[in-house]
């Protein structure tokens, strides 16, 4: 009976420390502040946004560069030419 007990309780632990983790690994994945510096649509891969209404506090851009990614403010005018730019050479390698 003891045993039985132990073993829920090491189960109910696992299932709680488990929890936090995924939630914390959520969290990391996403932009918590912008980067200052202005990229070059060359250099990129990509890019995908990052909406306040899911489990991140910031809307924001996030560029894909080769190894990195880059946060970046949705609302300057950099980072609009430069989504432009990412999505006009995606149409062209699509044609």
């Known amino acids: ?33 912008y980067s200052r510096r202005r990229l070059s649509c060359k250099r990129l891969r990509g890019y995908t946004r990052q909406n306040i209404n899911g489990p991140c506090d910031i809307n924001a851009v996030i560029f894909h560069l080769r190894d990195k990614f880059v ?22 390698a699509l044609a």
């Not at 073993?7 to 696992?14: E, G, Q, R, T, W």
């Not at 403010?73 to 050479?89: A, G, I, N, Y």
């Open 1 to 33: 009976m003891a045993s039985c007990k132990l073993c829920l309780l090491a189960a109910v632990c696992s299932l709680l420390i488990l929890t936090s983790f995924i939630s914390s690994t959520q969290s990391a994945s996403c932009c918590v502040r």
């Open 71 to 92: 946060c970046a403010d949705p609302s300057k005018d950099w980072t609009q030419r430069v989504m432009k730019c990412l999505d006009e050479m995606k149409g062209i």
